[in-house]
């Protein structure tokens, strides 16, 4: 008996059984071929005279089918690269930026030769020539021709400090699951009509499976704006049988890149030759023409160092070596085809390889960057023919006239708010004295605010988890169900393929987002981050937050054990990002997460993380207990309880579970035995550091610091910098104080397990003020 899938939505085209009229006459198919010619010459530059940096093998396999999305099926507008209706090209494969920082350049010639007109005004809006001097260059390069040119130091993985490019790219599967999110963003804005997102990975690049918990998403989401282009070559860095092929197997997984875009409703258009252009342009313009509402892969057969000279995995990431005959013969067809020669660097060679002459090495570099501009110069036809290309694209992008979907949302209007209302609580928000309410609810019902006074920019996910973590609050006022760009466009909850967290915190980048376990956002989040600070080096705008709620924060998670309660995950995250690009939020009292969330966002940071925690607990009545209002919060750090008298000492708390166990429990006990402190909260290590340097010290004295001891339902590191003797740290309460991961059981005991009770915190107190 065989087997077939079920019933699909995606349809499978193999293109080189469609009978249709060839895409190029001889003289276009000609021109593709010169530029590829150019292209991989280039390739074989960059690496030979930025000695063993970057990947030949796979930028020069897939070059032929992005160069065809460039100048073919892309509809954009070069002379500004951050238009917001045009299509996208993101390249998941971050490994192959070589091939984009080339390819980019190379277009960047053909439009300053052939149409000046629509070159982007400023050198910062492009990608130059000159440029690719500063190729794997650190900003702090000082070589003559470097600084001549002013040109801009490339990464080696992709990120927003390149035109054109929206994201950072590069850590294994994060690249498909934040590209898909700009699918997810254009279509939402746009509507049906959206910008298409072309997204570049290779067969390897998709095992993750985070990519394939994205790609589920997508085809579930109908998100048929998103075009995945696989270079499948077979090799990756360790196998020459990625996957299988045919009767043999894969030496990685046992299916291939068509049946794995099958599997998650995807179309999938087999290109059998993918070094053939008439088929790569032939299967690029039906994945343009299908009607259906399904994202299309296109899977072109590729080898991996094409013509190069050195192929498969030994390509991956190595190349032939300085001025090597192999890399001379590689660029042979192109030099004789230009009648040029290129600079041998022999004197360089032993000087470079013994590190003390990179100056010569850059002049040789130049020398051959300029044979490649001659060439172009002097080939006028392939310019004219390539920048028409160019000037189609945007005259296409111009007839499209894209506009905002009706009722879009409003996400300026989430930051006005923000900044109007830190420091006063709605009226609807506001929780009266013995209710009862959770950090993870008080959230939801924030994040849900914010989502109505925006009209609906808050889209959010969760793993199978919404009501658990309460994220689904965020979507009320909204559509019910799923989002669904053909049938329920309008709703805010994402089904991001279950239970995911991997793929839906790169998915979600820029978008809020309920999760579960910070750890596994971690990835994204970081680089999020980088992509939004690498953006400044185009343009000065605020950074775009991405919230990754913490769900489940806390021992007091106590039932499901130590694999939930996880006291890790604050540490992951606070101290580890530049200053401005992450603010950890770890309120007490959900009375606090207003002020808390809204200080947060007025701050504008790449990546927004609250730590909120699952048990319901009575509000206090904190006047009446002498505690500092919820809206001293928004600072990061305040004076909770400032000593009625005599002050024994200083106290600095940390998490719900450790301030509720103290205000409950351990402040009853110490006021009965005439114990006065200052007792500090940490609700927000950065929100206090973007404080100016006079209000910390107001606010948190060093002098504090020194005399101080801390209590922490986090790791003893996240108390560090508030503890600062060594007496203190070593009174210093903290889950993992007995030595050992928590267990089980109602929260109570868990707290009791971790000595972080009231009963347990009282204790110990009293072995601090007794200074011996």
Known sequence: ??????????????????????????????????????????????????????????????????A?????????????????????????????????????????????IGCPELLPKGEKHQLRLEDLLGFRRNPLTRTPLFLKFKAKPLDGHPTPATPFLRLSTGASGVGVAASLGLAFGAMDFYGAGGPRVHIVEGEGGMTPGRVGEAMAAA???????????????????DADRVCRDGDVPGEYVQWNPVEFALLHDWNAILVPDGMDFGQILA??????????????????????????????????????????????????????????????????????????????????????????????EQNRPLVTALAQRVRDARRRLERRARTPRPQVPTVQAVFELAAKTAGRIPAELTLKPGQTATLRGELGRVLQHYNQASGGAVLTASADLYGSTSVNTIGKGFPEGWYNAATNPLARMLATGGICEDAMSGLLAGISYGAFIAALGHVAARLHAIGNQARQAIVKEPYKPFILVCAHAGVKTGEDGPTHADPQALQLLQGNFPLGTMITLTPWDP?????????????????????????????IDRQALGLAPATAAAGGVY???????????????????????????ALPLLKKKGIDLDVYYVASAELFDLLPAAE????????????????????????????CSGRGRRMTLHPFRGGHFLGSGPAQKVLEEAGLDGESQFRAILRYVAKT
């Open 591 to 619: 009375q606090e997460i207003w002020s808390l969330v809204s200080a947060a966002l007025s701050k504008r940071p790449a990546v927004i993380a609250p730590f909120v925690t699952r048990p319901s607990e009575k509000v």
């Open 68 to 112: 065809g999305v460039l100048f073919d099926s892309l509809d954009y507008d070069v002379a500004d690269p951050d238009r917001e209706d045009a299509d996208i090209v993101s390249y998941a494969a971050g490994h192959k930026t070589l091939g984009l920082y080339a390819l980019w350049a190379l277009r960047n010639e053909v439009t300053r």
């Open 219 to 237: 085809g579930t989401a109908c998100l048929k704006n998103a075009i995945l282009h696989v270079d499948w070559n077979q090799a990756s860095i």
């Open 639 to 665: 004076l909770l309880r400032r000593a009625q008298g005599k002050r024994d000492g200083t106290l600095v708390l940390q998490g719900s579970d450790v301030g509720y166990a103290f205000v409950e429990q």
């Open 283 to 376: 299967a690029q313009q039906k994945a343009l023409a299908i009607r259906n509402e399904q994202p299309t892969a296109i899977v072109y057969r590729t080898r991996k160092g094409w013509q190069y000279g050195v192929q498969g995995r030994a390509s991956h990431g190595a190349g032939h070596g300085l001025c090597a005959d192999g890399f001379f013969k590689a660029v042979a067809p192109f030099t004789e085809q230009a009648a040029a020669r290129l600079p041998h660097c022999e004197g360089a060679n032993q000087r470079c390889r013994a590190g003390g002459e990179p100056r010569v090495l850059e002049e040789c570099f130049w020398e051959a960057l300029t044979v490649i501009r001659g060439a172009l």
């Open 1 to 66: 008996m065989g087997f077939e899938l079920g019933p699909r939505r995606g349809v499978f085209i193999d293109i080189s059984s469609e009978r249709q009229e060839k895409p190029l006459a001889a003289e276009e198919l000609k021109h593709f071929e010169q530029l590829d010619l150019m292209y991989r010459s280039l390739c074989a530059m960059l690496y030979n005279y930025v000695p063993m940096s970057g990947h030949p093998g796979g930028s020069i396999s897939s070059g032929r089918f992005v």
């Open 696 to 723: 910390k010290e107001k606010v948190y004295p060093e002098a504090a610091a020194q005399e101080a001891m801390g209590i922490t339902g986090f790791t003893f590191p996240t108390m560090e910098r508030w503890v």
